[in-house]
């Protein structure tokens, strides 16, 4: 946790930084946050694991569903304050709609039209 | 700017919502923020207009350096609460290190280490 890479991220006021997370086909899949915690677990376990601000806790992805997000490349921006991963998505699917992307409406003559289908049902992904 | 698709937004409690903007090639170039405004002015221009948080005003991306984001597409995540871009990268530089992107460094072996060459000297970008 003393790792001097994680001291050179710029945290907000919170702690956190934005995460967005890219398929290395070049899809977004989605957004949130890390703490300093969970970079550097995503570091070392290889999978990504982000910080819950509704739940106020660690948020391994993939700990319900199964779909993990194995780290293939960790990069920062210019400013230091903004994370971008490389991951594999398991399952093909990041969002908890079913879809492989959480990005799936497209704005079009001023409105959200979906533009990707549900691949699996969020009944079947989340059943325990 | 009474257009509903602003509306189903939700935005931060600064009126704000984080943006990412990928080329259409699939590179993740650069990330900011939005507020109202610039949201319904990059939709009605065709080009990326930002709120600048540290400067507290409208950012016309490429103002200065000429390099402008055309918009290809306008998507919303799950939450309605992250925007994601696709656009097209004029002069082919997003980053005011005068690189395509801003996540220019990647860690390997707990370094940030350079990925991606300075394309154009940013003593050049912004002369006036």
Known sequence: MSASWLDEIRWTE???V??????????VVMF???NR????????TGF?????????RLWRKGE???NQQKIIHISVDCDED???????????????TGRESCFYR???NNEWLTNSAVLKDPAEMYKK
């Open 64 to 66: 319900e569903s199964g």
């Open 18 to 27: 934005p995460v967005i997370a890219q398929t290395s086909a070049g899809k």
């Open 48 to 56: 990504a694991v982000y910080w819950s601000r509704s739940r106020q």
């Open 14 to 16: 919170e702690g956190l």
């Open 82 to 96: 903004v994370i971008l991963l490389e991951i594999e998505q398991q399952g093909g699917i990041a969002c908890h």
């Open 106 to 108: 497209t704005l079009k």
């Open 32 to 34: 949130a946050w890390m």
């Open 37 to 44: 915690e969970s970079l550097a677990l995503t570091n070392k």
